[in-house]
């Protein structure tokens, strides 16, 4: 318990005491809000849970002040301007109850999202911006803004905190000084080619921001903490264009100098705290880090913040690990540690670390597929291993009258993930899995540096069914004979799937994605990658890194083409990263054959052959429910779940699983 027990001391923002150095970093609250732009009831459970979990500061995700100027389709999001008074009244519970647990909350104002709307969110009227420019999805120009907008903008923001105070909120972060939202635009001179007072030099650009702060300040008084989401660095290479992590470009948006005057600039004028990331949505892996980028990658930019400015600096992005946490905290790289995904994982990651308890959170693995691409497909915010996130009160541990014994075939996240919730509901799992761990594709998958947390996963399952007391077998096949000699009251059948494979001739050479991950067979320093969804795109870079020369060959056009990441930030970063690596690609192509150490390729009714020392097939998988079919009329009560019932994500393995074990 001691080790950590800095990250466990008071820090001072302004005239607030928080009581840790845990933040929870602002994450975009679609589906929490009701219809008048209250906090709905999803909204106040999924917060509250997270201040009962240990976490010292609450930051909410985005609330817009003003719906006029750029509509945004009222009520994706809260807002402390649209019904001031039924605001007050919702936010008024949540702040209270947070406040029970001893933690302080904030409300995350925006000005408005600009050339980066997002298209499904995007109303009848055309984008805006400073000027006049591209906007970052759509081929549009933006409108610009007029000065009157900008000061009814400006208003809005004093209206919408003096609101928030009233509420409750001990603070408000105003979004922002970054990743290319509309007051960045202004900031920023690519975006910026105004000729009035709100463009031109670094101060007249950061006007919008300074007027923001001035005006909060006014209407709610000196005392009333202001903090800046910002960000020092940008990362663009040109509109719609990012960087990649090492790579050597011109940076087109702000810079490292640039970031170190506007800090002090910033400050000066009034904020209270600086919440530092780096990117744009230009280069937005960088904003929303995939598993492609390191952990702790902000962590030079807070630091360097921490060197400029004489405010708390609050550092994010992917800082999961408790022990580079408080390493940033002792050698004073930042004041604290904000957790925006790992706490939709984990509500309890706080406590849990307090009570030393480290095996028992349950890991992030920076798929985005719950969060932003949830968030940018489907306006819903939730977790891919936590069903429970932001539903909290509907998504409730069922009770049970009777506790049932439940046989649970197959040991991947559906299998664990069921046997983990039945235990907790009091029911008496069984798991019998026919290879050597748990986890089942959470381990070929987890073999890139790059997905470790697939591995964490696997191994959180295994101690959590371990501590829940549930009776694992490894290493064995159960037949339909022992089911039926069995007096299970339910059987639970996830059996996953197996890879697609077929002849090319030398199957000597030829082998499963899986077989490559798992280390059983040896690719050579040359080969071929059938497929280019997401395995053979992750299994390629991955090759790649190690020094391997690797094609791939994709029968589509494009890369990612199918069951692609839902979140662009992970899809577009993969993308970029396999040829940047040198991986060759040929889409729009077929695999013929492979002999004496050539691939024959079809490629737009051409042949041509490529050397390779093998070739690996990443085409797919097909479900494996041939045991399901044999019990579905011989088992009273029989479940089907994860890939044997339909090849899909971790997520709704998980998800499925969950919702199935919490009604049996």
Same mark, same amino acid.
């Given at each position: 318990?001691?080790?950590?027990k800095?990250l ?6 302004g005239?607030?005491?928080?009581k840790?150095?845990?933040? @929870?970093?602002?994450m975009? *609250?679609?589906g ?13 459970d ?6 009962k979990g240990?976490?010292g ?14 509509e ?5 999001? *809260?807002c402390p301007?649209?019904?001031p008074v039924?605001?007050i ?5 949540m ?8 933690a302080?909350?904030f ?15 995007l109303g009848e ?5 400073p ?8 081929d ?9 907008e ?19 909120f ?6 922002a000084v970054h ?19 709100y463009?031109?030099?670094l101060?007249n650009?950061?006007?919008?921001a300074?007027?923001i702060v001035e005006e ?7 005392d009333?903490v202001?903090t800046l989401? /910002?960000?020092p ?11 990649l992590?090492?790579?050597e470009?011109e ?5 490292l ?15 209270d ?6 990117g744009?949505?230009?280069?937005w ?5 995939p598993?492609?980028q390191?952990?702790g990658? /902000?962590?030079? /930019?807070?630091k360097?913040?921490?060197e400029t400015v004489?405010?708390p ?7 999961d690990?408790?022990?580079m946490a408080l390493e940033?905290?002792?050698?004073g790289t ?10 939709l ?7 849990k670390?307090?009570r ?5 959170i349950r890991?992030c693995?920076?798929c ?6 949830r968030i ?13 996130a932001?539903?909290?009160?509907y998504?409730?541990y ?6 049932k ?9 559906a ?11 009091g ?8 290879e050597?761990?748990l ?10 540096e790059?997905?470790e ?7 959180w ?34 059996t ?8 090319l ?19 050579g320093d ?16 991955w090759l790649?890194?190690k ?9 589509l056009d ?6 692609g990441?839902l979140?662009?930030a992970?899809?577009? @970063?993969l993308e ?11 889409t ?9 150490g050539?691939?024959?390729v079809e ?17 797919? /998988?097909?479900?494996?429910k041939?045991?399901?079919?044999e019990l579905?009329?011989?088992? *009273?009560?029989?479940y089907l ?5 339909k ?12 919702e199935?074990?919490n009604h049996i």
């Amino acid at each position: 318990m001691m080790k950590y027990k800095q990250l466990f001391t008071p820090v001072q923002i302004g005239s607030l005491t928080i009581k840790n150095r845990f933040a @929870m970093a602002p994450m975009g *609250p679609l589906g929490l809000s009701d219809s008048e732009g209250g906090f709905n009831q999803r909204g106040i459970d999924y917060y509250t849970e997270r201040a009962k979990g240990g976490t010292g500061l609450i930051i909410t995700g985005v609330t817009f002040v003003d719906n006029v100027v750029e509509e945004h389709g009222m009520p994706n999001c *809260p807002c402390p301007t649209h019904n001031p008074v039924h605001f007050i009244r919702t936010a008024r519970e949540m702040t209270e109850r947070i406040h029970a647990y001893n933690a302080k909350v904030f409300l995350q104002m925006s000005g408005g999202f600009g050339r980066v709307t997002i298209p499904t969110n995007l109303g009848e009227f055309p984008p805006v911006a400073p000027s006049p420019i591209q906007h970052r999805w759509l081929d549009k120009t933006c409108r610009e803004l007029t000065v009157e907008e900008i000061h009814t903008i400006v208003e809005k923001f004093g209206e919408g905190a003096y609101n928030a105070k009233r509420a409750g909120f001990d603070g408000v972060q105003i979004h922002a000084v970054h990743e290319g939202y509309l007051i960045d635009q202004f900031a920023i001179s690519l975006f910026n080619h105004r000729t009035d007072e709100y463009g031109g030099s670094l101060e007249n650009r950061l006007r919008f921001a300074r007027e923001i702060v001035e005006e909060i300040k006014d209407k709610c008084g000196e005392d009333f903490v202001v903090t800046l989401r /910002y960000s020092p660095k940008s990362f663009i290479k040109g509109l719609r264009d990012g960087a990649l992590p090492g790579e050597e470009f011109e940076e087109k948006g702000r810079d490292l100098p640039e970031g170190i005057e506007a800090a002090k600039l910033l400050t000066a004028y009034g904020y209270d705290a600086l919440d530092t990331d780096v990117g744009s949505y230009d280069s937005w892996w960088w904003s929303h880090p995939p598993m492609y980028q390191e952990k702790g990658l /902000y962590r030079p /930019y807070a630091k360097l913040m921490k060197e400029t400015v004489d405010v708390p600096v609050i550092c994010a992005g992917r800082m999961d690990n408790p022990d580079m946490a408080l390493e940033a905290i002792e050698n004073g790289t930042c004041d604290m540690v904000s957790l925006g995904r790992p706490l939709l994982a984990d509500p309890d990651y706080v406590n849990k670390l307090r009570r030393n308890c480290v095996e028992d959170i349950r890991p992030c693995i920076s798929c985005q597929e719950g969060c932003m691409g949830r968030i940018q497909e489907y306006s819903a915010l939730n977790c891919a291993v936590n069903p429970q996130a932001c539903r909290e009160r509907y998504t409730a541990y069922e009770p049970i009258l009777q506790p049932k014994k439940v046989l649970i075939i197959g040991g991947g996240v559906a299998g664990c993930e069921a046997a983990r919730v039945l235990a907790l509901r009091g029911h008496q799992p069984v798991l019998v899995e026919k290879e050597s761990k748990l986890g089942g594709n959470l381990i070929p998958g987890g073999a890139p540096e790059f997905k470790e947390d697939d591995l964490a996963l696997a191994k959180w399952y295994t101690v959590q069914l371990e501590k829940l007391g549930v009776p694992v077998t490894l290493n064995k096949t159960i037949t339909k004979a022992e089911v039926l000699d069995s007096d299970y009251d339910t059987v639970i059948v996830a059996t996953g799937s197996t890879p697609k494979v077929f002849s090319l001739g030398d199957d000597q050479k030829v082998f499963t994605a899986a077989d490559v991950l798992n280390g059983d067979k040896d690719c050579g320093d040359k080969t071929v990658i059938v497929g280019g969804g997401l395995v053979g795109c992750e299994l390629a870079l991955w090759l790649a890194e190690k020094g391997k020369k690797v094609t791939i060959v994709e029968a589509l056009d494009k890369l990612l083409a199918l069951n692609g990441p839902l979140c662009h930030a992970n899809s577009e @970063m993969l993308e970029k990263l396999v040829p940047y690596h040198g991986v060759e690609i040929i889409t729009d192509a077929k695999v013929k054959g492979y002999k004496n150490g050539a691939v024959s390729v079809e490629v737009q009714g051409e042949e041509k052959s490529i050397e390779s020392d093998s070739v690996i097939l990443a085409v797919g /998988y097909k479900e494996n429910k041939s045991l399901y079919e044999e019990l579905e009329f011989e088992v *009273p009560e029989i479940y089907l779940l994860g890939d044997a019932k339909k090849v899909s994500n971790i997520m709704y393995g998980i998800w499925d699983a969950f919702e199935v074990a919490n009604h049996i």
